[in-house]
């Protein structure tokens, strides 16, 4: 009698290759190019993913092109995905392969782990599904399936770092193909064995699962109780200066990293009409003579944090400008025509925030 590792492999083989979504890096061996499909769809929905994909390795075919490429460019061909520690790492992986490896992606387990932005998961990704080398990958969607597989009640044996869940899957790829045993797994997280509502009735491995059995598909992993995310309320001010608006770029580390936003300034609960002019002065060096503010804020979600970001432009005050740095592009801020973008490209939360203020 086969083990549950191998009776698993045997249903989800054929079920994979007969039923797997047809999507571009699925047609690649390349493993420089799945790397970059597996840093994409971290936190990021397929759908999303598709649109940048192709785009991106047009821009950087090769780790020597994303290795010499300039940060500003590599942000530019992330901007819209967000997340960009991902597009930072990603990059320092790239230069750390060329010079370490030669510009080739290892195919150890352990090798890869030492590139930077690639944790365990990323690494038996690139190592099952580009070098057939049968290494365990264990993320949210597969925690959920193995979990569910075998009933697995405690919340922490549920998790995706539980060493039941890594053992587990590490028998299933050595049971068969790895580069198909792991894409299936994966799979059947994310089009079957779905957070909720599973569906069961076309479900490859039903007959092998002890939650279905006892009634517990639903259960099974329990809800995590998160504390609510703590919410920022901040002005995003248009300061505007004969038809331009300026953007600052942000500091080096934080949220937003790098990234260009109009000056951020905290919203008080008795702020109702905009910015204070005297914080706008102090944050942007730029004196403004009246405010006008949006009714409606933009919210965005980030992973432990949500930014309620209430739009409000001011006119800057007719000034002798030539004593004041604020009026000019400088290192760190510009003054953009409507239309106009940064060449390092914007972050989706602007670029919402300039849309609504017609920009
Ligand atoms: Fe998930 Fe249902 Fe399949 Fe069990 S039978 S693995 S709960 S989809």
Same mark, same amino acid.
Not at 78 to 99: F, I, Q
Not at 186 to 196: D, F, H, N, S
Not at 250 to 258: E, P, V
């Given at each position: 009698?086969?083990?549950?590792?191998?009776?698993?492999?045997?249903?989800?083989?054929?079920?994979?290759?007969?039923?797997?979504?047809?999507?571009?890096?699925?047609?690649?061996?390349?493993?420089? =190019?799945?790397?970059?499909?597996?840093?994409?769809?971290?936190?990021?929905?397929?759908?999303?993913?598709?649109?940048?994909?192709?785009?991106?390795?047009?821009?950087?075919?090769?780790?020597?092109?994303?290795?010499?490429?300039?940060?500003?460019?590599?942000?530019?061909?992330?901007?819209?995905?967000?997340?960009?520690?991902?597009?930072?790492?990603?990059?320092?992986?790239?230069?750390?392969?060329?010079?370490?490896?030669?510009?080739?992606?290892?195919?150890?387990?352990?090798?890869?782990?030492?590139?930077?932005?690639?944790?365990?998961?990323?690494?038996?990704?690139?190592?099952?599904? =580009?070098?057939?080398?049968?290494?365990?990958?264990?993320?949210?969607?597969?925690?959920?399936?193995?979990?569910?597989?075998?009933?697995?009640?405690?919340?922490?044996?549920?998790?995706?770092?539980?060493?039941?869940?890594?053992?587990?899957?590490?028998?299933?790829?050595?049971?068969?193909?790895?580069?198909?045993?792991?894409?299936?797994?994966?799979?059947?997280? +994310?089009?079957?064995?779905?957070?909720?509502?599973?569906?069961?009735?076309?479900?490859?491995?039903?007959?092998?699962?002890?939650?279905?059995?006892?009634?517990?598909?639903?259960?099974?992993?329990?809800?995590?109780?998160?504390?609510?995310?703590?919410?920022?309320?901040?002005?995003?001010?248009?300061?505007?200066?004969?038809?331009?608006?300026?953007?600052?770029?942000?500091?080096?580390?934080?949220?937003?990293?790098?990234?260009?936003?109009?000056?951020?300034?905290?919203?008080?609960?008795?702020?109702?009409?905009? +910015?204070?002019?005297?914080?706008?002065?102090?944050?942007?060096?730029?004196?403004?003579?009246?405010?006008? =503010?949006?009714?409606?804020?933009?919210?965005?979600?980030?992973?432990?944090?949500?930014?309620?970001?209430?739009?409000?432009?001011?006119?800057?005050?007719?000034?002798?400008?030539?004593?004041?740095?604020?009026?000019?592009?400088?290192?760190?801020?510009?003054?953009?025509?409507?239309?106009?973008?940064?060449?390092?490209?914007?972050?989706?939360?602007?670029?919402?925030?300039?849309?609504?203020?017609?920009?």
């Amino acid at each position: 009698m086969l083990d549950l590792a191998h009776r698993l492999a045997k249903l989800l083989e054929p079920w994979f290759l007969q039923h797997q979504r047809d999507l571009a890096w699925r047609r690649t061996r390349d493993p420089y =190019a799945i790397w970059v499909s597996e840093i994409m769809l971290q936190q990021t929905r397929v759908d999303t993913v598709e649109q940048y994909y192709g785009k991106f390795l047009e821009r950087f075919p090769d780790i020597g092109t994303l290795a010499a490429a300039d940060e500003s460019e590599v942000l530019a061909a992330w901007s819209g995905l967000g997340y960009y520690r991902r597009a930072r790492l990603l990059h320092a992986g790239a230069r750390h392969v060329a010079a370490s490896h030669g510009g080739k992606v290892p195919d150890d387990p352990e090798l890869l782990r030492q590139i930077p932005g690639v944790g365990r998961y990323t690494a038996g990704a690139i190592a099952s599904i =580009a070098f057939e080398r049968p290494t365990a990958l264990v993320d949210g969607n597969v925690a959920r399936v193995l979990s569910r597989l075998q009933a697995i009640e405690d919340p922490k044996l549920q998790e995706a770092g539980a060493p039941g869940h890594w053992t587990m899957a590490q028998q299933i790829v050595q049971a068969g193909p790895p580069r198909v045993l792991a894409q299936a797994l994966m799979e059947l997280g +994310a089009t079957v064995c779905t957070p909720l509502g599973p569906r069961c009735e076309g479900c490859p491995v039903r007959s092998e699962c002890q939650a279905l059995a006892k009634g517990l598909q639903t259960t099974i992993p329990r809800p995590k109780q998160r504390a609510p995310s703590p919410r920022d309320d901040l002005w995003a001010v248009a300061v505007r200066r004969n038809g331009r608006v300026l953007l600052e770029q942000r500091a080096n580390d934080g949220l937003l990293a790098g990234m260009w936003c109009l000056p951020l300034i905290e919203r008080k609960i008795t702020d109702r009409a905009g +910015a204070p002019p005297r914080a706008i002065a102090e944050v942007t060096g730029v004196k403004v003579k009246s405010v006008e =503010a949006l009714t409606e804020p933009v919210k965005h979600v980030f992973t432990h944090r949500v930014w309620m970001l209430w739009p409000c432009r001011g006119e800057a005050a007719v000034v002798d400008v030539s004593h004041m740095s604020g009026y000019e592009d400088g290192p760190g801020r510009m003054w953009i025509a409507p239309g106009e973008r940064p060449r390092g490209g914007i972050p989706k939360v602007t670029e919402k925030v300039l849309e609504r203020l017609g920009y």
